[in-house]
């Protein structure tokens, strides 16, 4: 069964990178999809974007010039970096296996992420 | 981007009706790009239903999905208690992917 764990500071201060790891196991992650989705109050689930097997990304135009997604495949991890945030960045963070045209079926826990000073 | 709304916004109904929750899209959807979620307190969203009418593992048969194009349902045939939740309708087709404001169905 595959599982996916999301790990990082909970609290990261305006205008400074938000950066998330997400820990895959029960399969590689040298396969599929791998994407990054947040959820807040205010705008509900919101896709941020992906990195394929391959190491092609595709990201959320309003976010693109602030995030950036890479893997290791060495360690199964891969990772979220969201550059400036604001205190509109405040929501949980979610690692799923999956991307465009193809459903997310694994997702992990969630991470709250909160921006504040 | 492709908007999905969900309607109603809230659903109260009783254990053993049937369930109807629509998601309407702004722009023609194929169907092997549709789904629907269930998200329960504090969990992450469960993956109910792909490709517009597929179920995912272990999801029971008493949900359906069906629809085409901009109009998509969600149907449960007999509530049972651990279906009171909100649900998420999502295209996973043109970039950015894209899920509804949600559904909550809750006991009346």
């Known amino acids: 069964q595959v599982q996916l764990q999301e790990s990082g500071p909970g609290l990261v201060k305006p205008s400074e990178t938000l950066s998330l790891t997400c820990t895959v196991s029960?399969?590689?992650?040298?396969?599929?999809?791998w994407s990054w989705i947040r959820q807040s109050p205010r705008k509900g689930l919101e896709w941020i974007g992906y990195?394929?097997?391959?190491?092609?990304?595709d990201y959320n135009p309003s976010l693109k010039s602030r995030v950036l997604i890479s893997v290791d495949s060495s360690k199964n991890q891969y990772y979220l970096n969201l550059s400036s945030v604001t205190a509109a960045d405040t929501a949980v963070y979610y690692c799923?296996?999956?991307?465009?045209?193809?459903?997310?079926?694994?997702w992990g826990q969630g991470a709250l992420v909160t921006v504040s000073s | 981007e492709i908007v999905l709304t969900q309607s109603p916004g809230t659903l109260s109904l009783s254990p053993g009706e049937r369930a109807t929750l629509s998601c309407r899209a702004s722009e023609i959807i194929s169907i092997n790009y549709f789904a629907w979620f269930q998200q329960k307190p504090g969990q992450a969203p469960r993956l109910l239903i792909y490709?517009?009418?597929g179920r995912a593992t272990g999801v029971p048969d008493r949900f359906s999905g069906s629809g085409s194009e901009t109009d998509f349902t969600l149907t449960i045939s007999r509530l049972e208690t651990e279906d009171f939740a909100v649900y998420y309708c999502?295209?996973?087709?043109?970039?950015?992917?894209?899920f509804g404001q949600g559904t909550r169905v809750e006991i009346k």
């Open positions: 999502h295209q996973y087709g043109s970039s950015p992917a894209t």
């Open positions: 799923a296996r999956g991307g465009v045209g193809v459903p997310p079926p694994y």
């Open positions: 990195i394929s097997y391959g190491g092609n990304t």
């Open positions: 029960g399969g590689s992650i040298s396969s599929f999809y």
């Open positions: 490709g517009s009418a």
